[in-house]
């Protein structure tokens, strides 16, 4: 502490200010305790609101449109071709949703009693925090939550610096639409802004490591994705790696495999990292991997009694809707209340064309772990509704455990498939059986119904 620094108490100090920070520091305020939010960027949101979750959606909103647009011709409506206006996309992606977003979250803060300080939060000790910046000052505390997020992940060997080289959050400031883009990456953040880039109208390649876009996700699911991304994008190299970058004055030349290709702008979308990196945090007893993810228990607590985590620095799945989970419990956690994070169903959406989204066990993890399941694959092609909207490629799948007849998993894909997750994860967390899902009366007809008839399917 250099003397002169402000020195303030408080009961609990919250260490960034994304979805898990926010949300951990308003249960706080609202369980009695004095609460300060430490943020560099002196905001709540956090990489979600301003760079991530928010930005992203707006965006494939505008790809969506456009994507409908060019299918209302199927059914005898011609719009045109579309004239696209950046300036006026940029500004109401970060006006009115952004900035809207961002300004009622101040507004909560303020009713609520919530203080928030910009700067840097470095722990001196496991009751101190030094803040650095333009509100330099000590904080005193009786607990702390770090919720410090993560950050995009580099392209690994490969150091070259250029504007054409963009990561997620270069790529959502929509720059420019340039004529030639490389996708490095096959997740969710290649796919999705890859797909907003070809909407908007550029040549996109996607380039991925592995055998398949979106690894780890259930190949049932994938498949319908694949076969738009295959007619959106100019091509897709699958075992593929970048072996080289480099710059010239017409752009980024690209080694991939045995073919030098010329791109006018690269985004590298291979995944984030945990931000634990200047915390400080070798002077507490908080305990981290190899790659700065920090170790809890059910209670969000860390290895030191005063200090808690939540959100992306505590790894995988890195969500935001987990992190705000993790937030509610921390924050009761630390106010005396019996709680823990002890969710069955975490789901997780790909907010792509079409939609991705699934939760609780997949059909890979059963097998890998040698757990009998029943398996019900609903095609929408069979759905009402679906072929009003002229996508009857989607699919829902429903897991059960065959002896207690308990839904365990359900994967979806399809227009929507990230609204209609939740009556699954809800389905899981309350341990329905398939019976249930199946006897509740569904609306007619509505793509809802899909998760009926598929559970149905399991009673035969």
Same mark, same amino acid.
């Given at each position: 502490?250099?003397?002169?620094?402000?020195?303030?108490?408080?009961?609990?100090?919250? !260490?960034? &200010? *994304?979805?898990?920070?926010?949300?951990?520091?308003? $249960?706080?305020?609202?369980? +009695?305790? =004095?609460?300060? %939010? /430490?943020?560099?960027?002196?905001?709540?949101?956090?990489?979600?609101?301003?760079?991530?979750?928010?930005?992203?959606?707006?965006?494939?909103?505008?790809?969506?449109?456009?994507?409908?647009?060019?299918?209302?011709?199927?059914?005898?409506?011609?719009?045109?071709?579309?004239?696209?206006?950046?300036?006026?996309?940029?500004?109401?992606?970060?006006?009115?949703?952004?900035?809207?977003?961002?300004?009622?979250?101040?507004?909560?803060?303020?009713?609520?009693?919530?203080? !928030?300080? &910009? *700067?840097?939060?470095?722990?001196?000790?496991?009751? $101190?925090?030094?803040?650095? +910046?333009? =509100?330099?000052? %000590? /904080?005193?505390?009786?607990?702390?939550?770090?919720?410090?997020?993560?950050?995009?992940?580099?392209?690994?060997?490969?150091?070259?610096?250029?504007?054409?080289?963009?990561?997620?959050?270069?790529?959502?400031?929509?720059?420019?639409?340039?004529?030639?883009?490389?996708?490095?990456?096959?997740?969710?953040?290649?796919?999705?802004?890859?797909?907003?880039?070809?909407?908007?109208?550029?040549?996109?390649?996607?380039?991925?490591?592995?055998?398949?876009?979106?690894?780890? !996700?259930?190949?049932?699911?994938?498949?319908?994705?694949?076969?738009?991304?295959?007619?959106?994008?100019?091509?897709?190299?699958?075992?593929?790696?970048?072996?080289?970058?480099?710059?010239?004055?017409?752009?980024?030349?690209?080694?991939?495999?045995?073919?030098?290709?010329?791109?006018?702008?690269?985004?590298?979308?291979?995944?984030?990292?945990?931000?634990?990196?200047?915390?400080?945090?070798?002077?507490?007893?908080?305990?981290?991997?190899?790659?700065?993810?920090?170790?809890?228990?059910?209670?969000?607590?860390?290895?030191?009694?005063?200090?808690?985590?939540?959100?992306?620095?505590?790894?995988?799945?890195?969500?935001?809707?987990?992190?705000?989970?993790?937030?509610?419990?921390?924050?009761?956690?630390?106010?005396?209340?019996?709680?823990?994070?002890?969710?069955?169903?975490?789901?997780?959406?790909?907010?792509?064309?079409?939609?991705?989204?699934?939760?609780?066990?997949?059909?890979?993890?059963?097998?890998?772990?040698?757990?009998?399941?029943?398996?019900?694959?609903?095609?929408?092609?069979?759905?009402?509704?679906?072929?009003?909207?002229?996508?009857?490629?989607?699919?829902?799948?429903?897991?059960?455990?065959?002896?207690?007849?308990?839904?365990?998993?359900?994967?979806?894909?399809?227009?929507?498939?990230?609204?209609?997750?939740?009556?699954?994860?809800?389905?899981?967390?309350?341990?329905?059986?398939?019976?249930?899902?199946?006897?509740?009366?569904?609306?007619?007809?509505?793509?809802?119904?899909?998760?009926?008839?598929?559970?149905?399917?399991?009673?035969?």
């Amino acid at each position: 502490m250099v003397m002169g620094d402000l020195v303030r108490e408080v009961d609990v100090a919250v !260490v960034g &200010g *994304g979805p898990g920070g926010y949300t951990a520091a308003f $249960r706080c305020a609202e369980l +009695g305790l =004095e609460t300060v %939010v /430490v943020d560099a960027a002196k905001r709540l949101g956090g990489a979600c609101l301003f760079e991530g979750c928010i930005p992203s959606k707006a965006l494939l909103h505008v790809a969506a449109v456009l994507g409908e647009a060019e299918r209302a011709r199927d059914f005898g409506v011609d719009f045109g071709e579309p004239r696209i206006s950046l300036d006026a996309l940029s500004k109401w992606k970060s006006e009115r949703v952004v900035g809207k977003l961002a300004r009622g979250l101040a507004g909560v803060a303020k009713a609520k009693n919530v203080d !928030v300080v &910009g *700067g840097r939060a470095v722990f001196e000790d496991s009751r $101190r925090l030094r803040v650095e +910046g333009d =509100e330099p000052q %000590v /904080v005193v505390f009786k607990h702390a939550i770090i919720a410090t997020g993560s950050a995009p992940s580099p392209l690994p060997g490969l150091t070259l610096q250029s504007e054409r080289i963009m990561d997620s959050t270069a790529a959502l400031e929509v720059p420019d639409v340039p004529d030639r883009l490389l996708v490095v990456g096959g997740g969710y953040i290649g796919l999705e802004l890859g797909q907003v880039y070809a909407a908007l109208g550029s040549k996109v390649r996607v380039v991925e490591m592995a055998d398949g876009l979106l690894p780890g !996700v259930d190949r049932d699911l994938v498949q319908p994705l694949a076969r738009r991304c295959e007619k959106l994008f100019t091509s897709i190299l699958l075992k593929t790696r970048v072996s080289s970058l480099g710059e010239t004055g017409r752009g980024i030349e690209v080694r991939l495999g045995d073919e030098t290709l010329l791109f006018d702008r690269v985004l590298v979308a291979v995944g984030r990292r945990a931000q634990t990196q200047g915390l400080g945090l070798e002077t507490t007893r908080v305990r981290t991997n190899e790659r700065g993810v920090i170790a809890v228990d059910d209670r969000c607590r860390t290895d030191d009694q005063r200090i808690y985590s939540v959100g992306d620095v505590t790894g995988e799945p890195m969500l935001a809707h987990r992190a705000m989970r993790q937030g509610r419990v921390a924050a009761e956690a630390i106010s005396g209340r019996a709680v823990a994070f002890d969710n069955v169903a975490v789901p997780a959406v790909v907010f792509t064309d079409p939609e991705v989204a699934w939760c609780g066990l997949t059909e890979a993890e059963a097998q890998r772990t040698s757990r009998p399941v029943k398996i019900a694959k609903f095609q929408w092609a069979a759905s009402g509704r679906a072929a009003t909207l002229g996508r009857s490629d989607g699919l829902t799948k429903v897991l059960a455990d065959p002896d207690s007849g308990r839904v365990v998993g359900v994967g979806i894909v399809g227009p929507g498939a990230g609204e209609l997750i939740a009556e699954a994860a809800l389905a899981i967390e309350a341990a329905l059986t398939v019976e249930d899902l199946a006897a509740t009366i569904h609306t007619h007809p509505t793509l809802a119904e899909t998760l009926m008839e598929a559970a149905e399917h399991l009673l035969h």
